[in-house]
């Protein structure tokens, strides 16, 4: 299977160089954020989006600031590093990755004692962070590929693949590194509306790979499960707390279909998505625009005044989940959460 590489540094321009996810499956197109204010856009434009590769993003969104701000006072200049790396951070409020990825650059920008060792620091541990994104979901899949039994069809949510990470994908992970050691796995991708990013992503992936995908209505997958389609539930996420699982809206609806149906359902997930700190209730679900539900390729789907809530995520409590797939093995809740936080720190 050939990498896709959905976000890297380009040391000849000092930008981020991602897919355009809004663009795909039509058309696949490169774009260059030279700005820490275009980065923004990016993300908040779903750009580029999916945890790992928010991550990632926040953690070059810290060297794309160091190089870009021009003060010459050391003291003031870390200060003005700092607040366009918070805004980066501040630009999506549920995804735990991006305020992490920022804050772990940041630390090391504040070692440095000098403007040009700032750069040096925060570009080598942005790029750290995007090396351990690759071998954690690699890992993710060596681990996860245990759970998946050879000609199981499996059902997948929103994109949680390579195009959500820097490369192969936390829950498409799974599913490439069971068809790796030779195992027949066949997916059922949820359209994932209103965005459609199963539709549009995760199918456009598994094509690519020639894995075999069928798209489904979200509202279709209890039917499916009902008739002895669907063999297990593999999702990624955004965030997972102490009592529960963030991730695409949705995911809670799954959930709970699968424990009706007695399905093992399953949520791959890297450290860096983990927060020792909060519990689900605490956690700002993102509430997106009208427009992605009202419009339709351009055309009205809601008549003008209804209002619209269009929640980018839901929690999972994690009594519904069978385990939680990490680059350190596999794990069925109630979770050790000194393990995870001290695990957690040194990575």
């Known amino acids: 299977m050939k990498a896709i590489e959905t976000i890297r540094w380009d040391d000849d321009?000092?930008?981020?160089?991602l897919i355009d996810q809004t663009r795909l499956p039509i058309s696949y197109r490169m774009v260059r954020c030279r700005t820490v204010d275009r980065l923004i856009a990016a993300i908040r434009r779903l750009e580029v989006r999916g945890a790992p590769a928010l991550g990632v993003a926040g953690a070059y969104g810290v060297a794309l600031a160091a190089r870009a701000v021009r003060e010459k006072?050391?003291?003031?200049?870390?200060?003005?590093?700092e607040t366009?790396?918070?805004?980066?951070?501040?630009?999506r409020p549920t995804a735990v990755n991006l305020s992490w990825g920022v804050q772990r650059v940041l630390s090391r920008v504040y070692k440095s004692g000098s403007i040009a060792e700032a750069h040096h620091l925060s570009l080598k541990e942005a790029e750290q962070i995007a090396l351990e994104d690759v071998r954690a979901c690699h890992a993710i899949g060596d681990h996860g590929s245990a759970l998946i039994e050879d000609g199981s069809t499996v059902l997948t949510h929103c994109n949680a693949g390579a195009l959500a990470?820097?490369?192969w994908g936390t829950a498409l992970g799974i599913i490439r590194s069971a068809i790796e050691s030779g195992k027949d796995v066949r997916v059922i991708a949820c359209e994932t509306r209103p965005l459609l990013q199963g539709a549009r992503l995760t199918a456009w992936e598994l094509k690519r790979d020639n894995i075999g995908v069928t798209v489904i209505p979200d509202s279709a997958?209890?039917?499916?499960?009902?008739?002895?389609?669907?063999?297990?539930?593999?999702?990624?996420?955004?965030?997972?707390?102490?009592?529960?699982?963030f991730n695409k809206v949705g995911t809670y609806m799954h959930a709970i279909c699968a424990r009706a149906h007695s399905l093992p359902f399953y949520v791959a997930a890297?450290?860096?998505?983990?927060d020792p700190v909060h519990s689900g209730s605490e956690i700002v679900i993102e509430e997106r625009d009208r427009d992605e539900v009202a419009f339709y390729g351009g055309h009205a789907t809601v008549p003008e005044g209804v209002p619209v809530r269009n929640p980018a995520f839901d929690a999972t409590p994690?009594?519904?989940?069978?385990?939680?797939v990490t680059e350190s093995g596999v794990f069925q809740p109630?979770?050790?959460?000194?393990f995870i936080a001290q695990t957690r720190r040194v990575i």
């Open 13 to 17: 321009t000092n930008s981020i160089i």
């Open 73 to 81: 006072d050391f003291h003031r200049y870390l200060e003005q590093v």
């Open 84 to 91: 366009a790396s918070l805004a980066v951070a501040h630009a």
């Open 165 to 167: 990470c820097r490369e």
């Open 221 to 245: 997958a209890a039917h499916l499960m009902r008739n002895g389609e669907i063999d297990c539930v593999v999702v990624g996420a955004d965030r997972v707390c102490h009592d529960a699982v």
């Open 270 to 274: 890297p450290f860096s998505t983990f």
């Open 318 to 324: 994690l009594e519904l989940i069978s385990a939680i």
């Open 334 to 338: 109630p979770l050790d959460w000194d």
